[in-house]
């Protein structure tokens, strides 16, 4: 149910500017997200990875902490930006089949078809109950790998079916709420930092838990997750995307920045391991806590204001790209760990070996996720037919 008044904010809106940034904001993420992992073989990750290059740096630890930070968080709460029109257009029962045919049967195919067949290979075929054993102490993360994001925004997907049915039980029209403040912004801030601390006490970055014995879920970030993807459906109906202040989205752009910064200012400075830590009840972890928050509230507000106010026609190539990213997203892990292990035997310093690993990645697999479209059925599996909708859904 909507208001008059969000119809009528609504229709003050120009729907192209609107899909046009969120295009341009998805492509950017699916592009830093396929950048992440160029450098996992060339630094201390924390987790698992299945190439490790002898060429190696500290820096890409700050670089991870950063990127880990904000990417798979803005996702989110472009996925719940673009939920509610869509279950208002198609109902529970439409949504969740779309839902499913859209996450759960890449997920599926990937996770049981590829991934674990793969997995058992590589370690060179140990007995069965060794071998599922490691997958589930491992939180079924080694077999999810980086599809664990469509698992849990598939749940997430399911969790908000469920609060609509019990919300329109109520009939009560929602409540126009006003764009986030500054002050608003610090107290969620303060809230995810604080949450995501206690959380840590028991569970560190890079450690994976088995959720409902079924999804691949690390806590250290869950929280983050979880309140950027609920503030995405609240942003929606409120249009708040395009009605916060350009001056707080700058401002808080200078804040996510200067907390990013920081973190490599650790690590420049030879403090990292005495001033922030992955996980404990010790101020080292409530430090990493309120950066990443900062970073990831920051960059969430100032990037989206910054792209609604710089980008506002449609480009022939962006909309190319957007198009391709849900794929390219699913095949850049076998492309990019492929690229790294091509390149074991090669001497070359760690960073060309990077910038050589992204460049390529990130064209093959928006090439992959462009052409995949011509293969009869990936087109449904990896999800390159036009979305009608502007964005990640």
Do not use: C
């Not at 329109?168 to 809230?191: G, K, N, Q």
């Not at 404990?280 to 990037?303: E, F, K, M, Q, Y």
């Amino acid at each position: 149910m909507t208001t008059d008044a969000n119809i009528r904010v609504q229709e003050t809106l120009q729907p192209e500017s609107r899909l046009v940034f969120l295009d341009a904001l998805r492509v950017g993420i699916i592009v830093m997200v396929i950048i992440h992992h160029a450098a996992q073989a060339y630094g201390p990750t924390g987790g698992a990875w299945p190439v490790t290059d002898t060429a190696q740096s500290d820096w890409f630890r700050p670089f991870y902490a950063v990127n880990a930070s904000v990417g798979l968080g803005l996702l989110f709460l472009l996925a719940g930006y673009l939920i509610p029109r869509s279950y208002d257009r198609k109902g529970a029962g439409r949504f969740l089949n779309e839902r499913w045919k859209r996450l759960g049967v890449p997920l599926l195919v990937f996770a049981l078809g590829v991934h674990l067949p793969a997995l058992y290979l590589f370690l060179s075929q140990p007995p069965l109950a060794e071998f599922f054993a490691l997958i589930w102490d491992s939180g079924l993360q080694i077999v999810y790998l980086h599809l664990w994001f469509l698992g849990l925004l598939l749940l997430f997907s399911v969790s908000y079916v469920a609060w609509r049915k019990a919300r329109d039980t109520t009939r009560r029209p929602p409540r126009i709420l006003p764009p986030p403040t500054h002050a608003s912004i610090v107290v969620f801030v303060t809230i995810l930092a604080l949450a995501t601390w206690i959380v840590r006490w028991w569970y560190p970055i890079d450690e994976w838990v088995p959720l409902l014995f079924v999804f691949a879920v690390e806590p250290a970030n869950l929280l983050q997750y979880a309140s950027l993807f609920a503030i995405g459906t609240v942003a929606y109906r409120n249009d708040w995307f395009l009605r916060i202040p350009r001056r707080v989205g700058m401002v808080w752009l200078a804040i996510g920045l200067t907390s990013a910064a920081s973190i490599y200012v650790l690590e420049a400075v030879g403090r990292w391991d005495d001033l922030v830590a992955t996980g404990g009840t010790n101020p080292r972890t409530l430090l990493l806590a309120t950066l990443s928050a900062s970073i990831a509230a920051g960059l969430s507000v100032g990037l989206v204001v910054l792209l609604r106010e710089q980008i506002h026609r449609p480009h022939r190539l962006l909309t190319a790209m957007a198009t391709a990213s849900y794929a390219a997203y699913i095949l850049h892990l076998w492309v990019v760990s492929g690229l790294q292990a091509g390149l074991l035997a090669v001497d070359l310093p760690v960073f060309a070996k990077f910038g050589l690993v992204t460049v390529v990645g990130v064209a093959v697999s928006f090439v992959m996720g462009t052409f995949s479209s011509k293969v009869p059925g990936l087109r449904v599996i990896l999800g390159t037919r036009p979305s009608r909708e502007g964005g990640v859904h």
